[in-house]
């Protein structure tokens, strides 16, 4: 296996398939299914969910709520989701432990890096809930701390786009796909794979991240494999090499921009 020990990061809203809230159940068990075929591997492997398919703190501002507020109700939002996730496991008799940033002990065990780690190496699916257990952070910087305090290999992000582009490809016909970047490519092109918060921690760290699409089957396989899939950003700078390519790239015919 390429990697030891992954942390997923699942959005919330990817959670809804083509509902507009909630949980699809068969997107639901499709993840399962997914991290299950992983597990199997051999492959330890920590899951932070989001919750923006149920709430996000910004959410309470536009109706006039309190910030700090509307954050711990998207907190509580990705534990709905964590169980729901834990739950689709287990029915698929995978053992899970599912560890919240916030303490709430009759539905989970409170979020213990030692207790984590030793979960994961007896091959229990870790599942983060409560993000990070404070306001004013995302999903994706519990995504990022967490795989830094379990010494995770990679961050692996479960998005519905195959990767990082240098535009958004739907707007822009010259966009071009990138198979491998650095953070410092990231940062100087303004590119979004994270929040800023997020990124940092992960460039800071030498966490490499990989943005990949969840929903085509066998992509998370695929990636512990050490298939090349999805976008890696990593601090390799890849420099002229990659400036050249992506200039002849963009100057190649058309339909032949990935
Ligand atoms: N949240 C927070 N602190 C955290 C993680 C999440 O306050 O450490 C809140 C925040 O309001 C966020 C919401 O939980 O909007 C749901 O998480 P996120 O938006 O990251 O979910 P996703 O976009 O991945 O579905």
């Known amino acids: 296996m390429k990697y030891k020990r992954i942390l997923l990061k699942l959005s919330g809203e990817a959670l809804m398939g083509e509902q507009q809230y909630g949980i699809d159940s068969n997107r639901l068990i499709q993840y399962a299914e997914e991290i299950k075929e992983v597990a199997a591997l051999g492959v330890e ?21 309190d910030r700090v507020q509307g954050d711990y109700m998207g907190m509580l939002a990705t534990v709905i989701n964590s169980m729901a996730l834990q739950s689709a496991l287990e029915k698929l008799g995978v053992y899970t432990r599912l560890l919240s940033g916030i303490n709430i002990q009759q539905v989970c065990e409170p979020y213990i890096r ?36 379990i010494e995770a290999d990679v961050v692996l992000k479960g998005t519905r786009v195959d990767g990082i582009y240098s535009a958004d490809p739907e707007k822009d016909p010259n966009a ?8 410092k490519d990231v940062f100087e092109q303004g590119l979004n794979v994270m929040d800023m918060t997020a990124f940092t921690l992960c460039k800071e760290n030498d966490l490499p991240i990989i943005v990949f699409d969840m929903n085509t ?11 090349r899939v999805g976008t890696l950003v990593s ?24």
Request: proline fraction near 2%; charged fraction near 25%.
């Open 217 to 227: 089957q066998g992509n998370l396989k695929r990636l512990v494999q050490g298939e």
């Open 235 to 258: 601090m390799d700078d890849l420099g002229e090499t990659l400036k050249e390519t992506v200039d002849q790239m963009q100057s190649g015919p058309k339909g032949d921009k990935k």
């Open 45 to 65: 492997v920590a899951v932070v969910i989001g919750g923006g398919n149920i709430f996000r703190g910004v959410q309470a501002e536009q109706v006039g709520l």
């Open 114 to 149: 030692r207790r984590a780690v030793r979960h994961l190496e007896k091959g229990r699916v870790v599942i983060f809930g409560a993000g990070t257990g404070n306001p004013y952070f995302t999903t994706d910087s519990a995504a990022s701390l967490r795989a830094i305090e």
């Open 176 to 183: 071009v796909f990138y198979s491998q970047i650095s953070f």
